[in-house]
């Protein structure tokens, strides 16, 4: 425990978090304890529960993420009361982190007021919508229905009971969901901003302030309870990838780059995974890149980009692969170069990925060992989780390493995920030093105490076709 609140004090107050999440209510600090996958084991599918089981496990990490996370956020950035107001299919994009996994839209309309108390416990309602398992208490209308006892509530019953309830708590406070940066804290839409700023009228509205830090800060921080479920889903992602770089599905001087995307994207679906956007896969060829039909050929430098969903968990991964030509054994060693500067690259990152400093200087930090070991590359890493393109710092842009304003000058915390996302361009001989660029993307988690680990590993060697 004197470790842990060390960082507490040097990192600042989210950081104690780290505490909270690691020694809450269901322990968890060896969750995500991590494991050393030997480097020539090969990665196996990791089969899905069935969707009751995944929504029995989803539901219990909604009810932690409330209890735990969300009442010490309230506490440090001093919010008292926080509302989000939406309507069915025009969610806040907090919503889907505070509903079960059964909950697939906004029910009408679906105002969520959560109300921090003195002795720090937050008190939930829902107005419209349902308990969501039982995390909020959900009111309903006291008019008679034709099929029920009673109605839902709709329209200005629902923003005078909205108007009672906040004169009732009397909050000090409150937190609407409007931000010109970050779109997670910016879920308020034009239209119902209007409608909730009428039902509070002037002097609640007084008490409104900006906190995007609470929305943004939510979704970002992951429990440890997930990570043994996130490892088998980024380990199923390595064994789909390494099956689509293989003879298994390429045979070189047939097989179109077109083909192996929809391989990928139709495996995985058969799995019970979905994707969250399209398998990308392309070719460098002695510093040429082929349009997107093309067919592989021998001597190929394969790459995708392959994102997966499971259980509301994204994964973003960039693999290589190369497809040997006649007698080779193995990726030519200029490849193999370009492919260690990559992994070295991430080796410095990971380094620099100290809690309590900004994606900022994370990448400038990174970037002046980068050129001052003589490689060639650019860092463009983002946080992970609840989305693909999560909530929290972003560690450069693939197109600007100068720095990302905004979005770059949050703070990196204890208890995220993050892909690892850059490439080192390498001149290679056997291309008649025709430049390669290795593009790598792989999970990787902070954990409690802000420590670096690979959810599953990182690829250090070439998928080969033969």
Known sequence: MTHLAHRMRRFGGTVALALALAYGPAGGLTAQKPVRIPDDAPAQIQPLPTLREQAVEQQEWLELRIRRVLPKLMAEYDVRMWILSMREYAEDPVFWSITSPTTFAARRRSIYVFTRRDDGTVERLALGGTSQGGVFEAYRSTRPAPTQPTAELVGNEQWRLLRELVEDRDPENIVLNIDPDWAFSDGLHAGEREALEEALGPELLSRVKREPRLAMNYIALRLPEMMPRYRKIQETVHAVISQAFSNAVITPGETTIEDVE??????????????????????????????????????????????????????????????????????????????????????????????????????????????????????????????????????????GQEGVPVRGDAILLPSTWHSIELQATTPIPEWGDKPASCRQEEEAYLDTEGERHWVFRRQDRFHLVW
Not at 360 to 365: P, R, V, Y
Request: net charge negative; with cysteine.
């Open 262 to 399: 929809w391989w990928m994207r139709q495996r995985v679906r058969d799995l019970g995974y979905t994707v969250w956007f399209q398998a990308n896969v392309d070719v460098q060829r002695a510093g040429e890149v082929p349009p997107s039909g093309a067919v592989i050929e021998r001597g190929d430098l394969l790459w995708t980009d392959f994102g997966v969903v499971a259980l509301n968990l994204h994964t973003d991964t960039q693999h290589l692969g190369y497809v040997l030509k006649e007698g080779e054994t193995g990726a030519p060693a200029g490849l193999q170069q370009c492919l260690a500067n990559s992994n070295r690259l991430q080796d410095m990152l990971m380094e620099h990925m100290e809690p309590g400093l900004s994606g900022n200087t994370i990448l400038a930090n990174t970037l002046a060992q980068m050129r001052a070991e003589g490689i060639n590359g650019t860092v463009y890493t983002h946080p992970i989780g609840d989305h693909g393109h999560g909530a929290g710092p972003l560690i450069g842009r693939w197109d």
